[in-house]
C-alpha cells in the first residue's frame, strides 16, 4: 500500500506559476512511476506528467517546456512546477504511484488538489 498526500494547488493569474508537491509513505525509490493527472469540469482524467525510478520523464503534449516532474528520494516527494500557466491548466490535480509486481500492476491515488488560472 502506498498513500498519497498532495498539496500546493490554489488560485493564479493566466502566466503565473505554481508548484504541486506529493508526499508519499513509501520510499519512492521502491515506486517504479510516479505520476501528475489531472481533471477538468467535465472532462476525463488524463496524464499530465510521469517520471520513473530511473529518472525518464514524459509530458502531456500541451504542457512541454511549462511543466517539470521530479523527485526527492530524501523527502519522498514527487514535485510538478508550473510555469506559464492557461486557464485551460484549470483542473483537479491528482497523484500515482504505480508499483509493478512479476505478473500485475498496482496504481495508488491521492485525493486530488485544485488548480485553478484565473483573472
Known amino acids: 500500500q502506498v498513500q498519497l498526500v498532495e498539496s500546493g494547488g490554489g488560485l493564479v493569474q493566466p502566466g503565473g506559476s505554481l508548484k504541486l508537491s506529493c508526499a508519499a509513505s513509501k520510499n519512492i525509490s521502491q515506486i517504479n512511476v510516479m505520476g501528475w493527472y489531472r481533471q477538468g469540469p467535465g472532462e476525463q482524467r488524463e496524464r499530465v506528467a510521469d517520471?520513473?525510478?530511473?529518472?525518464?520523464?514524459n509530458y502531456k503534449h500541451s504542457v512541454e517546456g511549462r511543466f517539470t516532474i521530479s523527485t526527492d528520494n530524501a523527502k519522498n516527494t514527487v514535485s510538478l512546477q508550473m510555469n506559464s500557466l492557461k486557464p485551460e491548466d484549470t483542473a483537479v490535480y491528482y497523484c500515482?504511484?504505480?508499483?509493478?509486481?512479476?505478473?500485475?500492476?498496482?496504481?495508488?491515488w491521492g485525493q486530488g488538489t485544485q488548480v485553478t488560472v484565473s483573472s
Open positions: 500515482k504511484a504505480t508499483t509493478y509486481s512479476t505478473y500485475s500492476f498496482y496504481d495508488y
Open positions: 517520471i520513473t525510478n530511473y529518472g525518464r520523464t
